[in-house]
């Protein structure tokens, strides 16, 4: 695929366009990054609002029916279901489990254990198993 960036300080406003075959998945959610204005997500801890910025967000994991942000310094609480904040996320995370996303630019490094399962541990210490049905789109997102 060809990519062309035209840089002009005199526009009012940016727009992207693509010329495509077909769409497919990573376009898609290139698309969707490219329209969502938000860099973050209100999220709540100690029952004060905060906003917690993407990048900062090494796991999203439900825990007893409640979805939890973690990031290196503080976890929150994400009053909605995973589905919710997912649709909210750039195509920095993965699925890595039904329960768990990850930011794959957070993530330190992948553990394969001796049963054939694959943890992957952040660079928050956390560790979170990969699910056998999300081992190929993990793989696929981190090019391996």
């Not at 029952?47 to 090494?58: A, E, L, T, W, Y």
């Not at 919710?84 to 995370?93: E, G």
């Not at 952040?122 to 198993?129: A, P």
Request: glycine share 2%; with cysteine; hydrophobic share 40%.
């Amino acid at each position: 695929m060809k990519v062309k960036l035209n840089i002009d300080k005199n526009f009012k406003e940016e727009r992207a366009e693509f010329w495509l075959h077909k769409m497919t998945n990573k376009i898609n959610s290139i698309a969707q990054e490219l329209n969502n204005e938000n860099d973050f997500v209100w999220c709540y801890r100690r029952g004060d609002m905060f906003p917690v910025k993407f990048s900062k967000i090494d796991l999203i994991q439900v825990e007893n029916e409640k979805t939890y942000v973690y990031t290196e310094e503080n976890v929150y609480l994400f009053k909605g279901r995973l589905y919710q904040i997912n649709k909210l996320l750039p195509a920095d995370f993965v699925a890595v489990s039904r329960s768990s996303v990850i930011n794959y630019h957070r993530l330190d490094h992948l553990e394969i254990l001796s049963n054939g399962n694959i943890d992957a541990s952040l660079k928050n210490k956390m560790t979170v198993q990969v699910s056998r049905r999300k081992i190929r789109t993990l793989k696929e997102r981190l090019g391996i």
